[in-house]
Structure formats: C-alpha cells, structure tokens
C-alpha cells in the first residue's frame, strides 16, 4: 500500500469513490442525499487537485489502483473577535472502496492526513461525521478523533 497525493490520473477512480460515498450518505439520509450522485465533477477535482491549500490523498495497491481517497481543506479564521488564528486542516471527505475494507486502508489514509498537517504546522484536524454513518464514527473513534461540536436537528 502507498499513500501520496492524488493526480489527474486518479480522477476516474475518484468519481467512482466518491459515488460510494453518496450512496453511504443516501441510504442513512435518504431526505438529505439525492442518490447515486458525486459531489464534484471531472473539472471541480482538476481544480481541487492543483489548490495546494486542499490537498488530496489517495492510498493505492500493489498494481496503482486507488483504493480510498482523503480530501483535505486548509482553514484558518483571522482576527476573529472570540475565536484564536490556529490553522485547521480539515478532512472534507475519507473514503474506502467497499472491496478494500478491512485491510487498513483508512488508517493508513488517515495517517498520512495527520502526519501531513504536522509537517504543515497545523495546530488541530477536524471532520464531520454523519450519525447514519455509525462504521466511520467507530473508524474515527478507534483513531483518537473526539467530537468538538455536535450539529443537532429537528426535521419539521
């Protein structure tokens, strides 16, 4: 397994992942998420790949096959009348093939998310994670994540 930033060559596979994604996000919110869907298209990840402020990982096998995908966005609120100048590094999304689960491609994703924000100096790393997801929650838990914040609803 290896993990290094995504290239346009990636972006295929990409798409394809981040269906699976949708489809996670679809079935646990069906009044939410619209279905069979990607959140970006063809030109948005060519612009994402080449922000070097959202960076993107990809973990791949043995033949250079992508197997899951981190995006990352850099977040900094400056001069703010409450909140400190720390610099955030935020994961947008991480995501692991369906066929590749169980062979620690999320940690390894994961890891290479944290030691990339050291090196970068951030101070923290954030995430959101939907509760009709209980597979990432428990994924982000056993990696050390704590919750922050919690985002409530009341659907009318």
């Not at 590094?89 to 994961?110: K, M, P, T, W």
């Not at 050291?118 to 509760?131: D, H, K, P």
């Amino acid at each position: 397994m290896v993990v290094r930033r995504a290239e346009e060559k990636d972006i295929p596979r990409i798409l394809e992942l981040l269906v699976q994604v949708d489809m996670v996000h679809h079935n646990g919110r069906p009044d939410l998420f619209k279905g069979p869907a990607t959140k970006y298209n063809e030109a948005q990840l060519k612009a994402i790949l080449s922000d070097d402020t959202k960076p993107v990982f990809v973990c791949t096998d043995e033949d250079g096959r992508v197997m899951g995908h981190a995006f990352c966005v850099h977040q900094q609120v400056v001069g703010d009348s409450v909140l400190t100048d720390i610099r955030t590094l935020y994961i947008d999304d991480i995501c692991v093939d369906e066929q590749a689960r169980g062979r620690h491609v999320g940690s390894a994703l994961y890891d290479a998310v944290i030691a990339y924000a050291r090196e970068q100096g951030f101070y923290n790393v954030t995430l959101n994670v939907w509760t009709c997801n209980p597979g990432a929650m428990k994924f982000y838990e056993a990696m050390g994540v704590l919750p922050q914040k919690i985002c409530m609803e009341k659907v009318l």
